[in-house]
């Protein structure tokens, strides 16, 4: 019986370690994959962050292989339990748990007595539409309401791939109404109240501005302010040079953007090579979107190594599958002049190592264009998720220390 119990343990020891050099040699395989430019501050540091978070996507895709459960499913479940720390609220700050409209939200409020009302922000996380949570964004949004004595309400909007477009939009845009109609009760000026969010949330951010300037009855004032870190703003292009440049780049590959993108959209992965290489645009729609999205719109610094772009035939059939992701639900970046004019005063945060980066970019070109107040800052050392890591102990990045300063900053002139 010893003898059995003793061979069941080293026969599940054997496949344990199997399993763990499994991991351990795709999520090597998946790492030796990137390429962190030298510009990159603490690459060291950056190249482990990449492998663990590539061990967990390598053991998230063996589990759905297995039919365990889903890759997603999996990543945010370890990540609610690895990365979520749920302190006591910090002196100063009083944070509740409740839904607005039937969407949950976390409200960060300042105690501190304020003789005039006080400004508010929605912040919408980030995550692809598909990863992140209300829980995973609190010390950032703490960290804001505690530096800026602003009333934030971190907004849990669905997610994908189990609620796709509009699922995530409508969600923000009832917390955001909900709000502005009850800003009187946490003592918040409704004509200060902004809109931010990081990467996809910028998306959200964006996206619900320009519905709510054409959908506002006149009952409710208009968001004061947008506040965009790293958007993702278009669909259309995936080879602007930013795509390009950093298309290996952690934390975002130019792959893995396309994959998101397609997630939030309709989940047909089919088409994901055809979006990258661009073969869902047809060439009347390529020909309308160049005065918006053609490198030379750039600003000068950013336009070195610019080759000539690739221009490929369109597919009829991938074009069908994604044109709702052409739509400015999902590429802000393509709305009308008109709609883009009614854009509230916008802060935009760019990193130089991001693949997102032109997409910020030209949305500002565009907004200045049409007389839009924009405040730009680009992290120079900078790469995708930076803010996420401006106080995270050992992995903290003096980038995302910088970049939370500028967006603080911002907030306190609203």
């Known amino acids: 019986m010893d003898i059995a119990i003793a061979i069941l343990v080293i026969g599940f020891a054997a496949l344990a370690a199997a399993f763990c050099l499994l991991v351990i040699g795709l999520a090597f395989s998946e790492a030796m994959n990137s390429e962190i430019p030298p510009g990159v501050s603490n690459?060291?540091?950056?190249?482990?962050?990449?492998?663990?978070?590539m061990g967990i996507g390598v053991v998230g895709r063996i589990l759905e292989r297995l039919g365990l459960c889903h890759q997603v499913q999996f990543i945010r479940w370890l990540s609610d339990r690895l990365i979520v720390r749920k302190p006591p609220p910090p002196a100063?700050?009083?944070?509740?748990?409740?839904?607005?409209?039937?969407?949950?939200?976390?409200?960060?409020?300042?105690?501190?007595?304020?003789?005039?009302?006080?400004?508010?922000?929605?912040?919408?996380?980030?995550g692809g539409w598909v990863l992140g949570s209300i829980d995973m964004y609190d010390g950032v949004c703490r960290h804001i309401a505690q530096e800026?004595?602003?009333v934030v309400v971190s907004v849990g909007y669905r997610l994908a791939p189990e609620h796709r477009f509009p699922a995530a939009l409508d969600d923000c845009e009832l917390a955001t109404r909900h709000f502005l109609s009850s800003a009187a009760e946490y003592n918040v000026d409704p004509l200060r109240v902004a809109l931010g969010g990081d990467s996809a949330g910028g998306n959200l951010s964006a996206a619900l501005s320009q519905r709510l300037a054409t959908s506002l009855d006149g009952h409710l004032p208009s968001p004061c302010g947008l506040v965009l870190i790293y958007p993702a703003l278009q669909m259309a292009d995936f080879n602007l040079p930013s795509h390009l440049q950093n298309h290996a780049v952690p934390l975002l590959f130019r792959a893995r953007l396309s994959f998101y993108y397609l997630q939030y959209l309709n989940g047909d992965m089919?088409?994901?090579?055809?979006?990258?290489?661009?073969?869902?645009?047809?060439?009347?729609?390529?020909?309308?979107?160049?005065?918006?999205?053609?490198?030379?719109?750039?600003?000068?610094?950013?336009?070195?190594?610019?080759?000539?772009?690739?221009?490929t035939a369109h597919d009829g059939e991938v074009y069908h599958i994604v044109k709702g992701g052409l739509e400015p639900g999902?590429?802000?970046?393509?709305?009308?002049?008109?709609?883009?004019?009614?854009?509230?005063?916008?802060?935009?945060?760019?990193?130089?190592?991001?693949?997102?980066?032109?997409?910020?970019?030209l949305y500002r070109k565009r907004l200045q264009d049409l007389g839009v107040k924009v405040t730009w800052y680009n992290v120079p050392d900078g790469f995708h998720g930076i803010m996420n890591f401006y106080s995270k102990g050992w992995m903290s990045f003096?980038?995302?220390?910088r970049a939370m300063e500028q967006i603080v900053n911002y907030i306190k002139t609203l």
């Open 43 to 53: 690459r060291r540091k950056l190249q482990v962050l990449h492998c663990c978070t």
């Open 92 to 126: 100063g700050l009083r944070i509740k748990d409740t839904t607005f409209a039937g969407v949950p939200v976390r409200i960060y409020e300042p105690t501190a007595v304020s003789e005039i009302k006080r400004r508010g922000l929605l912040y919408f996380h980030g």
């Open 148 to 150: 800026t004595g602003t």
């Open 270 to 311: 089919s088409v994901c090579m055809d979006v990258m290489e661009g073969r869902h645009v047809p060439a009347e729609l390529k020909l309308h979107y160049k005065k918006w999205l053609d490198p030379s719109n750039l600003p000068p610094e950013f336009q070195e190594g610019i080759g000539k772009q690739v221009v």
């Open 330 to 361: 999902i590429s802000p970046l393509l709305a009308d002049d008109d709609v883009l004019r009614r854009t509230p005063p916008t802060f935009i945060l760019t990193c130089q190592y991001d693949v997102l980066r032109d997409d910020g970019l």
């Open 398 to 401: 003096p980038a995302g220390v």
